[in-house]
């Protein structure tokens, strides 16, 4: 059976990544006039500069539409999309994710010897409630980010640009480089995303891909097999089909031609060119 958790430890894992962001956003509010007003909200920004930001902004477009196709779906994958701004070609707000830190940070700030597996047992104990669900969200939000800069080859994945959230999930940031561009235009990143020997210890494996339900349920979301998230009347009402698209059958091809930009379809030509005027 596994050991109790440690509440202490699980407080200073946990205090790395900061206050929680409800207990900022309510003591803001209690401060601000205008905290009663409907649609109130407190979004935390940074301000980046130097970068085209606009592909910034197509990368959070992007990441916002697989999210919520997967979502649609039913799919356990889990993305994390947040707002740009941009104020000019090289300068932009952009949203920071609350309660986040990343994996270079986060390895500076833990005890020598410690690694990103041990912390999150530690921010997470395993065999409780909260753990599991950690877990479950490193798994499907790992596997929905390698899918996502797989499709959009995104290059330029170190530690400074993955994000651990104190709920368990990755969140990848900062797409400067993606679609093909590489840093310093060489494409010296071979593997199509990135998954080291840490991510995988998280996921109770090793250097060399060892089965365990963890990475089993990864791979699993990773090639489509994971099927839809149950929900109620999930097996007694299937999804329809989506509508089949108009053939090109006779119907369309009998269509009446397009007549040329000022002549009436039919008419012939006056005069039928130069000597047509001179007779």
């Excluded at 986040?100 to 700030?109: D, F, G, R, T």
Aim: hydrophobic share 40%; net charge positive; charged share 20%.
């Amino acid at each position: 059976s596994p050991h109790p958790p440690d509440p202490a430890a699980t407080a200073a894992a946990l205090a790395i990544y900061g206050e929680p962001w409800r207990d900022v956003e309510a003591a803001v509010r209690a401060d601000s006039p205008h905290g009663r007003r409907q649609g109130w909200g407190l979004r935390r920004a940074i301000v980046k500069s130097g970068d085209d930001c606009r592909q910034e902004l197509l990368a959070a477009q992007l990441i916002a539409c697989l999210d919520a196709a997967w979502r649609g779906a039913g799919l356990p994958l889990r993305l994390r999309p947040y707002g740009v701004l941009p104020t000019s070609a090289a300068t932009a707000l952009i949203e920071a994710v609350p309660e986040a830190v990343s994996l270079h940070a986060l390895k500076a700030a833990l005890p020598p010897g410690a690694s990103l597996a041990s912390h999150f047992d530690a921010a997470h104990p395993r065999g409780t409630a909260a753990g599991d669900a950690a877990r479950r969200a490193f798994v499907e939000s790992a596997a929905a980010y390698s899918l996502a800069t797989h499709l959009f080859a995104v290059k330029d994945r170190h530690n400074g640009n993955i994000l651990l959230c104190a709920d368990g999930a990755i969140v990848h940031i900062d797409y400067g480089f993606m679609l093909g561009a590489s840093p310093g235009g060489v494409a010296f990143e071979a593997a199509p995303f990135k998954l080291t020997r840490e991510l995988l210890e998280v996921m109770d494996s090793d250097a060399a891909g060892a089965p365990s339900p963890s990475f089993d349920a990864f791979k699993a979301r990773g090639r489509g097999r994971c099927g839809p998230r149950p929900g109620p009347g999930s097996e007694s009402t299937p999804r329809p089909p989506p509508p089949r698209p108009p053939s090109a059958g006779p119907d369309r091809a009998r269509l009446p031609r397009r007549a040329p930009r000022g002549r009436p379809l039919g008419r012939p030509r006056r005069g039928g060119g130069r000597a047509g005027r001179a007779a």
